[in-house]
């Protein structure tokens, strides 16, 4: 015990002293409208399940008091762990940092918005009891999310999983919970532009999922603009697909299939029937085409090229500030 009452509370028992049987990760930019009722919330419902727990909450560069109120939490309870990174790096690394400094035999990775409704820990947890490795939780309907965003998401999924070869379930975020094995192998998995819910899809293992109605949002805005979701939304195809490079290749092929046909007709028309006309239209058609697809082709391999260098640069993926969790990080 601390000797005095405004000694610093005592740091959270290392892994060894204490085991944990579920950490609940919580990516946090800009929530403090959320934060203490998630808190609650969360509370209600762990408490009651009897485990021991830990929360994890990662500060992703927010503007507003998020990092006060969590730091507060934390100094009422020890269960509380903060990690606050040096700037926004994105709610995946949020998540991925999370990951690498949980120490619980299951992990819940939840959004801070209340929009993944903390009461499905309980039958999450259950199921994974039952001897599954990793139980999501997928969407069946969608409240508060503009027309343009549920027809995106909607499309996206579906996109993903048509191209890719393995198979990641549709309408499906990453809230969820997965066990220590899980856990274990995505810190094997060092790419930079991490799009979680394919690799856990990737890792295998049994995995099962519950159906629930998505929330609105609690309080706040989305953080998740429209740069960062297509960010995302190439960081899952790239990763996982290499459908886009052979659609380049194979749409080459068939413009130059068509052009080469083009051009034998124009000699035809200039040298043999004599037929022609000035033609201005036709020939800006086919060169803004030409040009069009080039440059889309181009485009999709600088996507892949830009994660390659990332991959080659290697940089850490985060960089924290401060934390409460000891003993200090190695990632
Ligand atoms: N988030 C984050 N970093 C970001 C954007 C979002 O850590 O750059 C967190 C956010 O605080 C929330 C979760 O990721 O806990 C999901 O974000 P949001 O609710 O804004 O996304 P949406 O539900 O609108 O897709
Ligand atoms: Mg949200």
Redesign the pocket.
Known sequence: MPASPSAAPAPFPTPALLPVDLSVI??????EANIPTLYERLRGVLDPMGLRYEFIF?N?GSRDKSLQLVQTLALRDERVRFIDFSR?F??QI?VTAGLDLSVGEAVVII???L?DPPELIVPLYQKLREGYEVVYAKRRSRQG?SAAKKLTAKLFYRILASITNISIPVDT?DFRIISRKVVDALKQMPEQNKFIRGQISWIGYRQTYIEYDRAE?AGGE???TYR??IRLALDGITGFSDAPLKAATIGGFLVSGVAFMVMLYTLYARFVSGDYQPGWASLMVSILFLGGVQLIAVGIIGEYIARLSANVRQRPLYIISDTNITPPPAH
């Open positions: 919580i990516p946090i930019y800009n929530e990662i992703d926004n994105g709610h949020a959004d801070a918005d929009q999310e975020g949002r989305t953080g998740y960062k979701m």
